[in-house]
């Protein structure tokens, strides 16, 4: 029998219903320790995951522990804060309700919407099943489980044109995260691996990155770019941009280039290219008439609120937040947290009859890193390249990561990774449900 959860308010406390543990989510409970309300952060997984760094779980470089933290431990000091591993699925801002998966309802006084984000593949969900995206610790192993079955394959290929296409690995877009994980995937196909096979040889490996704009890091200064561009070419990817993927199958992907159509045997294909709004925000627009954009985003007042309910607030990836500036707010951690802070001041200066003037973004700066000792990082009007761009970044985001425990874990394990240039991660898993022929092991097809 489903139960309805009722408000706090008769105790006078309102109840703050947080939806996602993100960067976003979390901030916001954090911001709203002291505060006078209750608060219940629901989330359909019971950790906090640091998605920055999924791609060197999908490389091997951390273990998914590393990089996550149980939500329930990271607020166990806010009395205010209950936590519930729950997934909403329907919103009904009318009556103030959120739904759950199994039934139940909880009723709010103020919603924080911070659920993220899901890759999509531009009307073609039937891409995903041969090129999946990276944002869950669930992604990142299956990244991984495909790249190093794709290994173990091409050892045991007699045929030359299939080791080849077991051997090359294509990337789709040119953003932070396609350019990491192209360059953390040639470190270890190049370099890591060297001397583990027998009946191949680690430089034989292809990998492509497929960018459908002008330059990769469209949002970077051009010179960024061109340095990133040249770094991955000595790690040996291949970079075209003005390439747009027009298919993607089991065995190759199609693209189009400077007005031809081009073709890549591959097994292996990865992607980073687009983005979509959590299907909860659809669910949401459709629901109260609320106006989204393509990326399914919904708009934003400039305290954060949609519009006709200032009491509902949505933040981080789910935003379209175009109130500074001519283009919207990108959906990366810093402003999820900052956004996350401010919804949090928001429903405080209300409880004591205070404005609070309109959220504004502060950019602390953007960084991305190619490979060993290889990055570039805008900090205001500074521009870094190279070996003091690479250890801004591993300080960013470790200062960023969440837990002691974890940033003394991740530290140790990057120095290991430095010195060692070896990845201890490199663990096969076969338990994700692909039965097709490309995901199964060598010599075996199915689950088995």
């Known amino acids: 029998m489903s139960k309805v959860f009722q408000t706090t308010a008769s105790a006078g406390k309102p109840h703050v219903v947080i939806v996602g543990g993100g960067f976003g989510g979390l901030q916001a409970a954090k911001a709203l320790r002291k505060a006078p309300v209750e608060v219940t952060l629901i989330d359909k997984r019971n950790f906090h995951l640091f998605q920055p760094l999924l791609y060197q779980v999908a490389t091997g470089g951390l273990g998914p522990a590393e990089i996550a933290a149980p939500i329930r431990a990271l607020l166990k000091r806010h009395p205010n804060t209950r936590v519930w591993n729950a997934e909403v699925i329907d919103i009904d801002p009318q009556t103030q309700t959120v739904l759950l998966h199994d039934g139940d309802r909880v009723n709010y006084d103020f919603l924080i919407l911070a659920a993220g984000s899901v890759y999509h593949h531009f009307g073609h969900p039937e891409w995903s099943l041969h090129a999946p995206g990276l944002k869950t610790i669930e992604d990142a192993q299956e990244i991984r489980r495909r790249v190093l079955l794709a290994l173990e394959h091409a ?205 504004r973004y502060r950019n602390k700066g953007d960084m991305a890193v190619i490979g060993r000792k290889a990055a570039v990082a805008q900090i205001g009007r500074l521009r870094l390249k190279g070996f003091i761009a690479w250890l801004a970044w591993l300080f960013v985001h470790l200062l960023y990561l969440v837990g002691f425990e974890n940033k003394l874990l991740v530290l140790i394990q990057w120095a290991w990774n430095y010195f060692t240039r070896n990845r201890r991660a490199r663990i096969i898993l076969y338990c994700f449900g692909h039965d097709s022929q490309k995901n199964s092991p060598p010599g075996r097809h199915g689950s088995g």
Do not use: C
């Not at 045929?159 to 990337?171: P, Y």
């Not at 470190?187 to 583990?196: A, D, F, H, S």
């Not at 007005?259 to 890549?264: C, D, K, L, S, V």
């Not at 607030?313 to 990108?330: E, S, T």
């Open 155 to 359: 050892e045991r290929e007699t045929d030359v044109e299939r080791k080849h296409a077991w051997l090359t690995f294509v990337i789709v877009g040119g953003g932070p995260t396609g350019v990491e994980l192209a360059g953390a995937l040639a470190e270890l196909v190049r370099v890591t691996i060297r001397g583990e096979y027998r009946n191949f040889d680690p430089a034989a490996t292809r990998l492509v990155l497929l960018e459908g704009g002008p330059r990769i890091l469209p949002t970077y200064p051009p010179e960024l770019s061109e340095h990133a561009r040249r770094a991955l070419h000595r790690l040996g990817v291949e970079v075209y941009t003005g390439a747009v993927v027009t298919d993607v199958s089991t065995e190759q992907v199609q693209y189009q280039y400077q007005g031809e159509i081009g073709r890549i045997n591959t097994r292996t294909v990865l992607w980073a290219a687009g983005v979509r709004s959590a299907p909860l925000a659809e669910r949401l627009a459709e629901r109260a008439s609320l106006p989204t954009d393509k990326g399914g985003r919904l708009i934003v007042n400039p305290d954060l609120s949609v519009p006709g309910y200032p009491n509902l607030f949505v933040i981080g990836d789910m935003a379209h937040y175009a109130h500074q500036g001519n283009a919207p707010l990108p959906g990366v951690a810093p402003v999820a947290i900052q956004q996350g802070a401010y919804v949090a001041r928001v429903i405080r200066n209300r409880l004591l009859g205070r404005p609070t003037p309109p959220f």
